[in-house]
């Protein structure tokens, strides 16, 4: 199988590219900035340095949230050929993280409470009903420079006037008593195959900033596990780091990393987190290929080990996944049915049964027939 990772050629994307090479019989390095997308109408376009990118059976997209576009984009005209662990929405979500917390929320994933208002001056009014300390921040990734600490009405104030006069938008949020310490976990699947705390250094608050090599391993209990692997699957992502809070509220996640550096986490806790991706992406790329050939779906859902799910032909006997009050169908059903989020779909619902069909106009039901 041939695979290729999508990046600006940081050492982490490099280490992946490496340990992938030991599954796929091939796989190429992408450098991003080379690459554009023509869109046409029902017709996409990558190209690579001028010409057309060649065939993948995977792509992992990594890269800032400068190239966030770009990335959706490319997934959004591939995914349903090739497997992608990141969704194309994710780009947009996951660098956002106003995005973020809004898929959160629906998910009822435990975060720190976020506050948007519409002018400076309705801001103005929050701040005075807000309890001190609280942060700001930009919704963009800034590796903590866009996280800010005010520990009183009047800093807060003239921080906000100072961010309106530089047109830069920004959230606020509840500041969550941790002792200057935050939690990287790495998700890969429904596993956190690591994590590390990090300690802000002495006069700091924010745990990311100047840490380098500050990182030590810790094991999450079942609890952080959970609302981790689900943070990421609520922005669409199957490999990706989240940050988290524990406070005295208990874990609050409080961001999504979709590229994230592999180094520090690497060297705090000695686990070979590229290794574990390689084989991830290997094995869903194996799946993904699989589930496209009809008739195979027996030994896929087998092998993708669907909770308790016994195969009857096409038939799937499985319990339900649920996210609130929203049901979250296993990946083998996107698989198979090839539903995909730019088509529209008829959706029959009544007590005990749901029928869900690709929605076709009458003229294109004539066609078929
Ligand atoms: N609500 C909060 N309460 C306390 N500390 C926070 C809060 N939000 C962020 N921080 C601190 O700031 C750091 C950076 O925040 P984060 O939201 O991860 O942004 P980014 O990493 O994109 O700059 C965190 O690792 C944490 O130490
Ligand atoms: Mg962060």
Same mark, same amino acid.
């Given at each position: ?35 554009? $997308? ?33 990335? &959706? ?33 629906? %998910? ?31 919704? !963009? ?5 866009? @996280? ?27 500041? $969550? ?14 596993? $956190? ?7 802000? $250094? !002495?006069?700091?608050? &924010? ?10 391993? *810790? ?8 609302? %981790?692997?689900?943070? %990421?699957?609520? *922005? ?36 070979? @987190? ?25 030994? *896929? ?7 308790? %799910? ?22 083998? *059903? ?30 294109? !039901?004539?066609?078929?027939?």
């Amino acid at each position: 199988m041939k695979a290729a990772v999508i990046s600006m050629g940081s050492i982490s994307s490099k280490w992946i590219v490496k340990a992938m090479k030991k599954y796929f019989g091939q796989v190429d390095s992408i450098n991003i900035r080379n690459l554009e $997308v023509n869109i046409e109408s029902k017709k996409y376009q990558i190209l690579y340095g001028g010409e057309p990118l060649e065939d993948y059976d995977c792509i992992y997209c990594r890269g800032s949230f400068r190239y966030s576009d770009l990335l &959706r984009s490319i997934t959004h005209a591939l995914c349903e050929k090739v497997y992608m662990p990141i969704s194309g929405p994710a780009f947009t979500i996951g660098h956002d993280k106003l995005l973020t917390h809004l898929k959160l929320g629906d %998910a009822k994933i435990p975060m720190p409470t976020t506050y948007l208002a519409s002018s400076t001056d309705a801001a103005k009014k929050l701040l005075k009903k807000m309890s001190y300390p609280i942060i700001m921040k930009f919704p !963009q990734g800034t590796h903590g420079k866009g @996280v800010m600490f005010a520990d009183s009405y009047d800093s807060a104030s003239s921080m906000m006037d100072a961010l309106a006069a530089l047109n830069q938008p920004f959230l606020l949020q509840e500041y $969550v008593e941790t002792g200057g310490v935050d939690t990287r976990a790495i998700v890969v699947g429904n596993k $956190v195959v690591a994590a590390m705390q990090r300690r802000a $250094v !002495q006069g700091e608050k &924010r745990a990311n900033i100047h840490a380098g090599g500050k990182g030590e391993p *810790v094991e999450l209990d079942a609890h952080t596990k959970k609302i %981790a692997v689900e943070a %990421a699957i609520s *922005v669409g992502m199957d490999i990706g780091a989240i940050d988290i809070l524990d406070g005295p509220r208990g874990p609050m996640i409080i961001e999504v990393n979709l590229s994230p550096g592999l180094q520090g986490i690497t060297k705090a806790t000695k686990i070979d @987190v590229a290794e574990h991706i390689a084989k991830f992406l290997y094995k869903k790329t194996k799946e993904f290929k699989e589930a496209g050939k009809s008739g195979e779906a027996e030994s *896929v859902m087998k092998e993708l080990g669907v909770a308790k %799910a016994e195969v009857e032909g096409k038939q799937l006997i499985s319990s339900l996944d649920f996210r609130g009050n929203r049901i979250l169908l296993p990946e083998i *059903v996107t698989n198979i049915t090839k539903f995909n989020e730019k088509d529209e779909y008829s959706i029959k619902a009544e007590k005990g049964k749901l029928e869900i069909e690709k929605f076709s106009t009458p003229e294109e !039901q004539k066609k078929k027939k």
